[in-house]
């Protein structure tokens, strides 16, 4: 069945980079949408992008000048890089598996979630 | 920016009928937006229920259903159960990027 697991570190310091990575498993990554989605602590749902047909990216347009969304197909994995953080970005960060095609059903496999902290 | 409204907070009683509804601040929200919907409760990942505006996933209980309601997307719960009570995403699409609205908070009282 399709899994996917975020890792990455849960701390990062103010104006570092977050980087995490999601391993998927079941599934080929070369097809389908790949999103990765963020939830503030007792906040709620911002999408950050996706990445699909193995390298097109679309963005949030609120992050896109720190977003990086890439993928790995020899790894099955994708990954998240967002610069210049702050406090503001401390949130679970999830990463989610889209359709195949874009008005087919959304986000029906999540990972579990990883909290990433800022702070110094 | 793009902003997509929902509800902060309804409150049902067990048995009855509730709509939540999921607004754009660009017009209003057509099937090409493709809406779906989202539940999630405390300390897990949400849950796809709705997509495509109305099609209810296999695992979707019959009682949600996903409507187009005065220019908002809109999620009914018909013969709402105690379990739930969570909070309820809409996401909408807008040719190529993707806006969560804010979530409803669903209480069963």
């Known amino acids: 069945q399709v899994q996917l697991q975020e890792s990455g570190p849960g701390l990062v310091k103010p104006s570092e980079t977050l980087s995490l990575t999601c391993t998927v498993s079941g599934v080929s990554i070369r097809t389908y949408y790949w999103s990765w989605i963020r939830q503030p602590p007792g906040k709620g749902l911002e999408w950050i992008g996706y990445?699909?047909?193995?390298?097109?990216?679309n963005y949030n347009p609120s992050l896109k000048s720190r977003v990086t969304i890439s993928i790995d197909t020899s790894k099955n994995q994708f990954s998240l890089k967002l610069g210049s953080v702050t406090a503001a970005d401390t949130a679970v960060y999830y990463c989610a598996r889209g359709p195949l095609d874009y008005a087919s059903a959304w986000y029906i496999y999540w990972g579990q979630g990883a909290l990433v902290t800022v702070s110094s | 920016q793009t902003v997509v409204t929902q509800e902060p907070s309804l409150t049902v009683s067990p048995g009855g009928t509730v709509t939540l509804t999921c607004a754009s601040n660009t017009g209003a929200v057509t099937s090409g937006y493709y809406p779906n919907w989202f539940q999630q409760k405390p300390g897990q990942a949400p849950r796809a229920l709705i997509y495509?505006?109305?099609n209810r996933q296999f695992w979707t209980p019959a009682r949600f259903s996903g409507s187009l309601l005065g220019g908002k997307a809109a999620l009914t719960l018909s013969g709402v159960q105690p379990e739930d009570e969570a909070d309820y995403y809409c996401?909408?699409?807008?040719?190529?990027?993707?806006?969560f609205g804010g979530g409803t908070k669903l209480t069963v009282l």
């Open positions: 495509s505006t109305n």
């Open positions: 990445v699909y047909n193995s390298g097109n990216t």
């Open positions: 996401l909408l699409s807008y040719g190529g990027t993707q806006v």
